[in-house]
């Protein structure tokens, strides 16, 4: 009684299905061809590329007018430009990768390029760019050579992206607070030793009733910190994590004491709940160090204010960037390279350099007034110059997967803490963090 | 005549059950798939056994994500008293009550970024609210969120404010339909306040107790975004709860396979935990 019907049954649901499975299909196949035709030239001859990258509003309106005016160089290009907000940015874009219909060029973080760049998302552009008219021997050596992958590591071989930016730490300091203290200005060309640094600081931290109201510096950065000391993290081929060197010790226990033992950096470990700009601006702090970003936001505040070298010997800092990349599986090679010659290049470097947020990528154009910019802060600008020769890009861009760098960033805890000491946190993380670089990096070691 | 019926039955319920098959029954059938295989999530995936498996029961990490997860799950009995004692203080018939309900059930519907923002504040070690009224009653507070012992004790109680609203709310109409009768009754033997709580309120709002315990579980297993904001799991991995591992490993170290192991493991021990529930349940709740 009850059979025939369930069939029917099962056979509507079937067809359905076989529809709806079918429909969708089809609506896969049309906007596919919908895509491609946009994507390549239509009658007018015109290409239609897509643009990702994240950025304040105010960087935003820059790429906006720098965008509006390839298109007027490029009539040929239609460009367009996806933004999205700088939280989100890694996460979509990981979706969207894998999705594997991203954007024609993207931003690169440079902590995220060696994981995409290893999966084969990204284009090399190497001879794009050496038939180009990019002076790749007038950029920041650094700056580029950090897009660079071999197949195992990050840094040497073929070119995967144009840097888009990049901020090297400096030392910014309140002078008010130097004047108001007696403390002599820093110099803009010699970086101060690291006892030079810590008696600065004392010099600089006021406390009432045991409460610190003043602090001579905000937070460090403990990766500038070993490096300018001669630390390292890694072993030159990478395959091995060697953080637990003297040197290294050393410069970490000196970094962690500056808080523990001489209270001149505000609170234990910090470095997350608070915020030093914040601290700086407010003149909580006398020293703090960061990067180029900040000036257009401290050009506003009331007190003068100056940068300086870090300290350390014949060291520049670390240096943060973002590089212009294009995904591998673009349609459009010659369009897609054409922007990220443009927004790499110089008409790009000059508008974001003319913001006051960046550093041109071109060592002829960061010595010209496009970026030193006289009569504006900082009065000392050429010390971004001397930064940016001699910055390196940070441990987190030195192998494809980052968990070493997540093990040793969490594990140094106890040590901020003042619970255990630089020796011991980096001697017992060493076997760690050595079996998580081999796990995660199987090619490096082929 | 009753062909035709069958024929609208069947088509009504066709989309639901389509889109299981598509978005949950396939993806999670092929998630299955990669648990077994090495995938970067970009690459096509190469079957490799059960080493996933293998290497995640050797993974300190899973097992001290895992702990903190357990950890965190503090803030569900908490939560659940809290709320229970606000509810039955809002169940009150006093002037402006429909203010304090609004205000209770405020955070629910704010922005989990936001909220975490302004918690980040509120544990500030230095310029913190908490810390602040600690000090004037004579305590010095530590730097919560950067303090190794201290980071998870305030994303619980953090956890418990965020989860107050909807709960009050769920209670409250709870309390609402326990029959007056009863009360009546039970004073009129001799019940005091305490005992028509304890012998009343407890055993008639039991079923809305389950419902928020099972959901609250689940949600406190599976429970990241907030931690991700204010901690990122530090400091040394005390507040990296069991999906916010499964997040990095997937996204982060391009390890598709073994955070889909991850993944699998973790639905076990969900299924595990709401069955317990549900068998443990028949002791202690009440249906009429």
Redesign the interface.
């Known amino acids: 009684m009850n059979a025939p ?1 369930r069939n ?2 099962k056979v ?2 079937l067809s ?2 076989v529809a ?1 499975l079918t429909g969708g299909l089809a609506g896969c196949g049309n906007s596919k061809k919908e895509a491609e035709a946009g994507n390549n030239p239509d009658a007018g001859g015109q290409v239609k590329i897509q643009f990702a990258g994240w950025g304040d509003p105010s960087e935003k309106e820059v790429f906006t007018k720098l965008i509006q005016s390839f298109e007027k160089a490029n009539p040929t290009i239609k460009v367009d430009y996806l933004h999205i907000p700088s939280g989100d940015y ?2 979509k874009m ?1 979706t969207i ?2 999705g594997g219909n991203a954007p024609d060029v993207l931003y690169v973080p440079d902590g995220d390029f060696g ?1 995409w760049v ?4 990204l284009l090399p552009i190497g001879d794009l760019v050496k038939n180009s008219s990019i002076d790749t021997a007038d950029m920041w050596a650094s700056g580029l050579d950090r897009y660079r992958y071999d197949g195992s590591a990050n840094g040497q071989g073929e070119l995967y992206a144009l840097p888009k930016d990049i901020g090297p730490h400096v030392l910014y300091y309140n002078k008010d607070i130097f004047s108001k203290m007696n403390v002599p200005f820093l110099s803009a060309e010699k970086p101060m030793s690291m006892e030079q640094l810590l008696d600065t600081a004392k010099k600089l931290t006021v406390s009432k009733n045991g409460k610190t109201t003043q602090y001579g510096m905000g937070p460090v950065w403990w990766e500038d910190f070993v490096l300018a000391h001669g630390g390292k993290f890694l072993s030159d081929n990478k395959q091995e994590f060697t953080g637990n060197s003297q040197e290294t010790i050393d410069a970490l226990q000196f970094a962690a004491d500056l808080t523990n033992k001489h209270g001149v950096v ?9 915020n030093d700009s914040e601290m700086f601006k407010t003149g909580k702090l006398a020293m703090m160090v960061s990067g180029r970003w900040m000036v257009p936001e401290f050009r506003k505040l009331g007190f003068d204010w100056d940068v300086a070298p870090l300290s350390g010997k014949d060291w520049g800092g670390i240096s943060g960037s973002v590089g212009l990349a294009i995904y591998s599986k673009t349609k459009h090679v010659e369009a897609a390279y054409k922007l990220v010659e443009y927004l790499g290049g110089p008409e790009g470097q000059r508008e974001q350099s003319l913001m006051g947020f960046s550093i041109p990528s071109f060592k002829s154009m960061a010595s010209t007034d496009v970026f030193l910019q006289p009569g504006q802060k900082p009065e000392h600008a050429e010390v971004f110059i001397q930064a940016v020769e001699k910055q390196v890009s940070g441990p987190w861009t030195a192998l ?4 070493w760098y ?1 093990l040793l ?6 040590m ?2 003042g619970k255990k000491s630089a020796a011991d946190v980096l001697n017992e993380l060493k076997p ?1 963090i050595d079996a998580a670089i081999k796990e ?1 990096n199987s090619g490096l070691f082929k | 005549m009753k062909q035709r019926e069958y024929l609208w039955a069947y088509s009504f319920i066709a989309a639901p059950i389509l889109g299981f098959l598509l978005f949950a029954f396939i993806p999670l059938s092929y998630s299955v798939y990669v648990s077994f295989t090495d995938y970067s999530g970009y690459q096509t995936p190469v079957f490799n056994g059960g080493d996933n498996y293998v290497k995640l029961v050797q993974d300190e990490l899973f097992w001290k994500t895992l702990r903190n997860t357990l950890y965190s799950a503090l803030s569900i009995p908490i939560g659940m008293i809290c709320s229970l004692g606000f509810a039955t203080a809002l169940n009150q018939k006093i002037r402006g009550i429909r203010f304090f309900r609004t205000m209770f059930f405020l955070p629910t519907i704010s922005s989990v970024i936001a909220l975490t923002l302004l918690w980040k504040w509120i544990f500030n070690d230095t310029y913190g609210l908490l810390n602040h009224l600690l000090e004037l009653i004579g305590i010095q507070g530590p730097a919560w969120l950067s303090s190794e012992r201290w980071a998870m004790p305030a994303m619980i109680i953090q956890g418990v404010w965020s989860g107050l609203g909807i709960n009050i709310v769920l209670y409250l109409a709870a309390l609402q339909g326990v029959p007056r009768s009863f009360y009546e009754a039970a004073e009129i033997d001799g019940a005091n306040g305490w005992q028509r709580f304890r012998h009343i309120t407890v055993p008639c709002i039991s079923p809305t107790t389950l419902y928020i315990l099972i959901t609250a579980i689940i949600g406190a297993l599976q429970d990241y975004p907030r931690f991700q904001i204010m901690t990122e799991g530090g400091p040394n991995y005390s507040t990296t709860t069991i999906v916010y591992y499964l997040f990095q490993n997937a996204f982060r170290y391009m390890n598709m396979g073994f955070a889909s192991s991850m993944a699998w493991i973790l639905g076990f021990i969900i299924l595990a935990v709401t069955l317990l529930n549900f068998y443990f349940s028949r002791r202690w709740v009440h249906y009429e």
């Open positions: 019907k029917s049954g509507l649901l359905l299905s709806l890694v996460g990981n990768l894998a994981r290893s999966q084969d998302l505000p609170s234990s470990a910090a470095l997350k709940d608070l494809p997967n980052a968990k997540d960033a969490q594990g140094l805890a106890p901020w803490e760690k995660g």
